[in-house]
T-cell receptor
Framework: DQQVKQNSPSLSVQEGRISILNCDYTNSMFDYFLWYKKYPAEGPTFLISISSIKDKNEDGRFTVFLNKSAKHLSLHIVPSQPGDSAVYFCAASYNAGNMLTFGGGTRLMVKP | GAGVSQSPSNKVTEKGKDVELRCDPISGHTALYWYRQSLGQGLEFLIYFQGNSAPDKSGLPSDRFSAERTGGSVSTLTIQRTQQEDSAVYLC???????????FGQGTRLTVV
């Protein structure tokens, strides 16, 4: 049973436009959510996180939105750049320090 | 060290052989995780160490897989009698006890031929 799901395996966006990556979860105990970015042949790198006490967190071009009632979070990248092309994983955890549960990833392609 | 270090970066082995993958976590991080990513798949949790607690082995796919963490630092993931379906990138990550942001190594690409 997948507790964290990313239903779109891939997304293609034009440079300068907004990229919206979605993630759904089923475990209501999750209270901390993260997004990771992964380039080929590299390990995932942390991008942005959000605690369940918030519904929005912003860091430069990246904003994460959390809708607890819908058990849904999204990552917005504005404006998208070709260097953003990578696989994006959302992850969730509960009880700080516990294991992260990852979604299956979404491959983002930003076209110049 | 500055980041999580994994070795080797690439490993090709024959079916049936045993392999050992090594992870050096960030100094001071008490939590250490092993994940793997098979071709076209997401990140699959394997095992998790937290301080001196018993590891969470719930993600290990079979009894051919085992891991240990010596002295609360370096970890070794061992796969015995490797099979072709074990081919994947094995990723190690570490985090501070109360910080859920995990830092990943570059991974070990294992190919079983």
């Amino acid at each position: 049973d997948q507790q964290v799901k990313q239903n779109s395996p891939s997304l293609s966006v034009q440079e300068g436009r907004i990229s919206i990556l979605n993630c759904d979860y089923t475990n209501s105990m999750f209270d901390y959510f993260l997004w990771y970015k992964k380039y080929p042949a590299e390990g995932p790198t942390f991008l942005i996180s959000i605690s369940s006490i918030k519904d929005k967190n912003e860091d430069g071009r990246f904003t994460v939105f959390l809708n607890k009632s819908a058990k849904h979070l999204s990552l917005h990248i504005v404006p998208s750049q070709p260097g953003d092309s990578a696989v994006y994983f959302c992850a969730a955890s509960y009880n700080a320090g516990n294991m992260l549960t990852f979604g299956g990833g979404t491959r983002l392609m930003v076209k110049p | 060290g500055a980041g999580v270090s994994q070795s080797p970066s690439n490993k090709v082995t024959e079916k049936g052989k045993d392999v050992e993958l090594r992870c050096d976590p960030i100094s001071g991080h008490t939590a250490l995780y092993w994940y793997r990513q098979s071709l076209g798949q997401g990140l699959e949790f394997l095992i998790y160490f937290q301080g001196n607690s018993a590891p969470d082995k719930s993600g290990l796919p079979s009894d051919r897989f085992s891991a240990e963490r010596t002295g609360g630092s370096v970890s070794t993931l061992t796969i015995q009698r490797t099979q072709q379906e074990d081919s994947a990138v094995y990723l190690c990550a570490s985090s501070q006890q109360l910080n859920t942001e995990a830092f990943f190594g570059q991974g070990t690409r294992l190919t079983v031929v």
